[in-house]
């Protein structure tokens, strides 16, 4: 009785999931190009080049995207994708266990979007909403 109740919320709580990851990432980015949250990852705005300004860029757009549910699968295939390049690229040759190369976080995000692109967005999206209107 109990797994049945809990059951009829998992619709909600992707969405739930979705969003909190979305802002989530979405941060990553502010933090990159806004320098906001101040942090130790802030970066000089806009006028940087380089690796870590598209990193920044795709996060801020599929963050945002993602957030809110509009174009969830397309924006979490390519924050993914992101995600898994970002780990490879700049976590894996630091060091073999991912606790230890800080890459953690993008394996992380790597897999919740992934599930994204299968699951899509939940019922409390743009996406449902842009569906059930056209």
Do not use: W
Not at 52 to 57: E, H, I, Q, T, V
Not at 75 to 87: N, P
């Amino acid at each position: 009785m109990t797994s049945t109740k809990l059951t009829e919320h998992a619709p909600k709580m992707l969405s739930v999931l979705r969003i909190i990851s979305g802002l989530l990432f979405l941060a990553h980015g502010t933090q990159k190009f806004l320098s906001f949250p101040a942090g130790e990852a802030a970066g000089s705005g806009l006028l940087f080049a380089g690796p870590g300004a598209y990193a920044g860029a795709i996060e801020l757009v599929t963050g945002a995207l993602i957030a809110m549910g509009l174009f969830t699968r397309p924006a979490a295939f390519i924050a993914s994708g992101t995600m898994a390049a970002a780990y490879f690229l700049a976590h894996a040759p630091q060091n073999f266990f991912p606790v230890n190369n800080g890459g953690d976080s993008a394996i992380l995000y790597c897999f919740v979007f992934l599930y994204f692109v299968f699951a899509g967005a939940g019922p409390i999206s743009l996406d449902r909403q842009r569906r059930n209107t056209a």
